[in-house]
C-alpha cells in the first residue's frame, strides 16, 4: 500500500508562487503516472496535470498550462513537484496527488486511480 503525503499549500496573493510536493511512501512499479487533482468547496474533483513513470510524458489542464510545471525530483520517482506560478483565486482548492498504476493512458478522472494522498490546501487572495 502506497502512501502519498502532500505538503507545500498555504495562503498566497495573486501573482505569487507556490510549490507542492508529493511524497511516496515507496516505489511503484513501472508504468504509472502522478497525478494532481484539486477539489474547491463545493465543486468535483478535477484534473490538474501528470507525470508518467518514465519521467518525460506530462499533461496538463488547460486552466493551468504554461503555469503549473510537474516535474519528478529524485530518480526513483517517488517525489513529484507541482510549480505553481502567476496564482490566481480560481487556483484556491484543496491538492491531492494520486497515482495510476499500470497507466496506460492519462486519466482525466478519479476512478482510474489507485492511491491517493490527504491533500493540502492553496488559497489564492485578490
Known amino acids: 500500500q502506497v502512501q502519498l503525503v502532500e505538503t507545500g499549500g498555504g495562503l498566497v496573493q495573486a501573482g505569487a508562487s507556490l510549490r507542492l510536493e508529493c511524497a511516496a511512501s515507496?516505489?511503484?512499479?513501472?508504468?504509472?503516472?502522478m497525478s494532481w487533482f484539486r477539489q474547491a468547496p463545493g465543486k468535483e474533483r478535477d484534473f490538474v496535470d501528470a507525470?508518467?513513470?518514465?519521467?518525460?510524458?506530462?499533461?496538463y489542464a488547460r486552466s493551468v498550462k504554461g503555469r503549473f510545471t510537474i516535474y519528478n525530483a529524485d530518480t526513483k520517482n517517488t517525489l513529484v513537484y507541482l510549480q505553481m506560478n502567476g496564482l490566481i483565486p480560481e487556483d484556491t482548492a484543496v491538492y491531492y496527488c494520486a497515482i495510476d498504476v499500470g497507466f496506460q493512458r492519462c486519466a482525466l478522472i478519479t476512478g482510474p486511480y489507485d492511491y491517493w494522498g490527504q491533500g493540502t490546501q492553496v488559497t489564492v487572495s485578490s
Open positions: 507525470i508518467a513513470s518514465d519521467g518525460r510524458t506530462v499533461y
Open positions: 515507496e516505489e511503484t512499479s513501472s508504468p504509472y503516472a
